[in-house]
């Protein structure tokens, strides 16, 4: 079994970046490859489409709102691995308005080699935060240049 994991640090509270990402159904809203998230199953599973077309399916494993994670499985993708199981978690840090954002995953390669499969989903979770930084910095430079009304309205949609 292989496992990697990606971190970064957002200049954002955890509870701003919990809000963002932390509903099963709301990749497409900071993930550009996903453009497409349906739910089903109580909410339980998620069906996405990547930015070609290729199905992603999902069922959410396990989810806690106070400590800001939820881990997942894929039931089927277009990727060479097996096994699959992921964890996004957002951890405070020493500074009030920084988050560390983890994303991590173990599997089992099938026809790559562990290296191979390591580097993918790795590339994988290190564009997705980067992504998320990008996503918070927009919606936090939009708040100020609409001002004090605009950041209030900006922090109550995250």
Do not use: C, K
């Amino acid at each position: 079994m292989a496992t990697t994991t990606a971190s970064i640090d957002i200049a954002a509270s955890p509870d701003r970046v919990w809000q963002l990402i932390g509903g099963f159904d709301s990749l497409p809203d900071w993930l550009p490859y996903i453009p497409t998230s349906e739910l089903s199953e109580g909410g339980r599973l998620r069906r996405l489409e990547n930015e070609e077309g290729e199905v992603i399916v999902e069922r959410l494993e396990t989810f806690d709102n106070d400590a800001r994670t939820y881990s997942y499985s894929i039931l089927r993708a277009p990727f060479p691995v097996t096994g699959y199981r992921s964890t996004l978690t957002v951890h405070e840090t020493p500074r009030e308005d920084t988050a560390r954002v983890e994303w991590s995953g173990s599997f089992t390669p099938d026809g790559i080699s562990d290296h191979d499969a390591v580097a993918l989903f790795h590339g994988i979770y290190t564009q997705g935060l980067t992504a998320l930084s990008e996503t918070l910095s927009a919606s936090a430079g939009s708040a100020r240049r609409q001002g004090d009304s605009g950041r209030r309205s900006v922090a109550a949609a995250l």
